[in-house]
């Protein structure tokens, strides 16, 4: 991927067609993997506790699947009123993005997990949209889990990804059950704590870090689990909480709180790859509605 290519994904979509929405899901994975310094993520800096993603991989693979949120989006534009029906159709766009996220990566799991999550809210942003309807982040969540709730007839009964190993496992309910329930840790965790941050004086990178940190201490994130278990799960949580209760990631204690965290998740291997698809989810749903507002000349 080239820079160019970064800067013209960055351009502020003029309206909210299916093509201007997926190019707002691009910015947001494209604005969270560059989001720096993050704890055992991908980000400028480092692989984090990976091996087989990078920084540039991690954006290649966001462009690459620009055409498969484009679809997403344009059969929500399309379905009227037959849920069903789209509920079949957009499982079989999200199994044809993966196949294309593998291809283009080589077979490393780059964003599978944001093709479900923000598959589901593309294509409800793009159903209340059509509707003429404003695009609140409640809004968009709820018709996300409205689609999320219904069964996927064409999805394999068991795919032995790590996370449904992980759900399994512990009792928890992953990203499935994180769309049905209507995105709650996006909604009422990661949202509130990124506009309170901005409202106290915050940068952008120091408030959209600290709705990281708020969505990692309450998510029960399976990509940990299935590599560090409960009590590493545990501990990250009790880390990231410690980092806002110092004053957050820019404050002098929050800091040196997040650098401790950092370590101790390089030290064990795991990385919060579910709280990342969910601030990527935050992002778009914060843009979506400042967007929004825009078009209908509200504050």
């Given at each position: 991927?080239?820079?160019?290519?970064?800067?013209?994904?960055?351009?502020?979509?003029?309206?909210?067609?299916?093509?201007?929405?997926?190019?707002?899901?691009?910015?947001?994975?494209?604005?969270?993997?560059?989001?720096?310094?993050?704890?055992?993520?991908?980000?400028?800096?480092?692989?984090?506790?990976?091996?087989?993603?990078?920084?540039?991989?991690?954006?290649?693979?966001?462009?690459?699947?620009?055409?498969?949120?484009?679809?997403?989006?344009?059969?929500?534009?399309?379905?009227?009123?037959?849920?069903?029906?789209?509920?079949?159709?957009?499982?079989?766009?999200?199994?044809?993005?993966?196949?294309?996220?593998?291809?283009?990566?080589?077979?490393?799991?780059?964003?599978?997990?944001?093709?479900?999550?923000?598959?589901?809210?593309?294509?409800?942003?793009?159903?209340?949209?059509?509707?003429?309807?404003?695009?609140?982040?409640?809004?968009?969540?709820?018709?996300?889990?409205?689609?999320?709730?219904?069964?996927?007839?064409?999805?394999?009964?068991?795919?032995?990804?790590?996370?449904?190993?992980?759900?399994?496992?512990?009792?928890?309910?992953?990203?499935?059950?994180?769309?049905?329930?209507?995105?709650?840790?996006?909604?009422?965790?990661?949202?509130?704590?990124?506009?309170?941050?901005?409202?106290?004086?915050?940068?952008?990178?120091?408030?959209?870090?600290?709705a990281l940190l708020a969505i990692i201490a309450q998510l029960d994130d399976t990509c940990v689990l299935s590599r560090g278990g409960k009590a590493t799960l545990l501990d990250m949580q009790a880390g990231a909480a410690q980092v806002l209760a110092a004053g957050g990631a820019a404050s002098k204690e929050g800091s040196a709180a997040l650098l401790a965290l950092e370590a101790q998740m390089l030290e064990r291997g795991v990385s919060p790859g579910g709280a990342a698809d969910l601030l990527a989810a935050t992002l778009f749903l914060d843009s979506l509605?400042?967007?929004?507002?825009?078009?209908?000349?509200?504050?």
């Amino acid at each position: 991927m080239t820079i160019m290519t970064t800067l013209q994904v960055r351009q502020r979509p003029s309206s909210l067609t299916p093509a201007a929405l997926a190019t707002q899901v691009v910015q947001a994975l494209l604005d969270e993997v560059t989001l720096t310094p993050k704890p055992g993520l991908v980000d400028l800096r480092s692989r984090g506790a990976h091996t087989d993603l990078n920084w540039a991989l991690m954006c290649h693979s966001a462009c690459v699947l620009q055409p498969v949120f484009a679809a997403l989006a344009d059969a929500g534009w399309h379905a009227y009123q037959d849920d069903d029906s789209l509920r079949q159709q957009i499982g079989r766009i999200g199994r044809h993005g993966e196949a294309l996220m593998m291809a283009a990566t080589g077979g490393v799991n780059t964003h599978r997990g944001a093709i479900w999550a923000l598959g589901l809210l593309v294509t409800a942003a793009a159903q209340l949209s059509v509707r003429g309807a404003m695009l609140t982040p409640a809004a968009v969540a709820a018709r996300a889990a409205a689609l999320a709730r219904l069964p996927d007839r064409g999805a394999p009964p068991e795919t032995g990804n790590k996370g449904e190993l992980a759900c399994r496992q512990y009792q928890v309910d992953g990203a499935r059950g994180q769309a049905m329930a209507g995105f709650p840790h996006v909604i009422d965790i990661g949202l509130p704590c990124l506009r309170a941050s901005r409202a106290r004086g915050d940068t952008e990178t120091t408030a959209r870090l600290n709705a990281l940190l708020a969505i990692i201490a309450q998510l029960d994130d399976t990509c940990v689990l299935s590599r560090g278990g409960k009590a590493t799960l545990l501990d990250m949580q009790a880390g990231a909480a410690q980092v806002l209760a110092a004053g957050g990631a820019a404050s002098k204690e929050g800091s040196a709180a997040l650098l401790a965290l950092e370590a101790q998740m390089l030290e064990r291997g795991v990385s919060p790859g579910g709280a990342a698809d969910l601030l990527a989810a935050t992002l778009f749903l914060d843009s979506l509605d400042n967007t929004d507002g825009a078009q209908h000349g509200t504050a």
